[in-house]
């Protein structure tokens, strides 16, 4: 079945406790992104990849960090985490420009 | 840049009326345009895009949308309202000669009532 896998999907953290939220999808595309949701502000852009090596930031990149070592996984870090990255966080996933993005079923972040 | 306005956060229609859910886009280079569905809890499906050609493109679940130039819109239309069309829905639109930078809206809640 196609899908991306984000994991966890509920996570409780502490300020300051680098943390890492995993992103894999089985579809084999280039393309993959990360997006926070907040509520009166939509999905927003934090970091996307055209490829293996190539990443390039989106709307809010600050306080996240991602790699893409392989091109199935697409992680993203918080080094430090803070308040103001409580959030629900989707990755997804396209082949090509203009394509269907498929989303993940999302983490639901809480930092205290 | 591109941008989307979605008006109206919160929308409540009769199971049975018509669901019209309002989508306004600026690009500076032609789009590709898409809407999203969430529901409670999920990821986000898509819909149905446009991205060349016909203009009024067909979704699943009976949702519809028609890409107007003129009007710089793509509003997303129903004729018959479902109580499982209770969602958030999210327009969203992308640069044609830029890869993967999907902007979104901030969303319409749509509520159906009996």
């Known amino acids: 079945e196609a899908q991306v896998t984000q994991n966890p999907r509920y996570l409780i953290t502490v300020t300051g406790k680098k943390l890492t939220v995993t992103c894999s999808q089985n579809m084999n595309h280039e393309y993959m992104s990360w997006y926070r949701q907040d509520p009166g502000l939509g999905l927003r852009q934090i970091y996307y990849s055209m490829n293996v090596e190539v990443t390039d930031k989106g709307d809010v990149p600050e306080g996240y960090k991602v790699s893409r070592k392989e091109k199935r996984n697409f992680p993203l870090i918080l080094e430090s985490p803070s308040p103001n990255q409580t959030s629900l966080y989707f990755c997804?996933?396209?082949?090509?420009?203009?394509?269907?993005?498929?989303f993940g079923q999302g983490t639901r972040l809480t930092v205290v | 840049a591109q941008s989307v306005t979605q008006l109206g956060s919160h929308v409540s229609v009769s199971e049975g009326a018509l669901v019209l859910l309002r989508c306004n886009y600026s690009s500076s280079v032609p789009p590709y345009l898409f809407w999203y569905v969430q529901y409670p809890n999920q990821g986000l499906q898509l819909l149905l895009k446009?991205?060349?050609?016909?203009?009024l493109v067909k979704g699943i679940n009976g949702f519809e949308a028609e890409f107007k130039k003129s009007e710089t819109s793509f509003h997303l239309t129903k004729p018959s309202a479902h109580m499982s069309d209770a969602a958030e829905y999210f327009c969203a639109v992308t640069p044609f000669d830029t890869a993967s930078k999907l902007t979104f809206g901030t969303g319409t809640r749509l509520q159906v009532t009996l």
């Open positions: 446009y991205t060349t050609g016909a203009t």
């Open positions: 997804a996933s396209s082949f090509l420009q203009g394509a269907e993005a498929f």
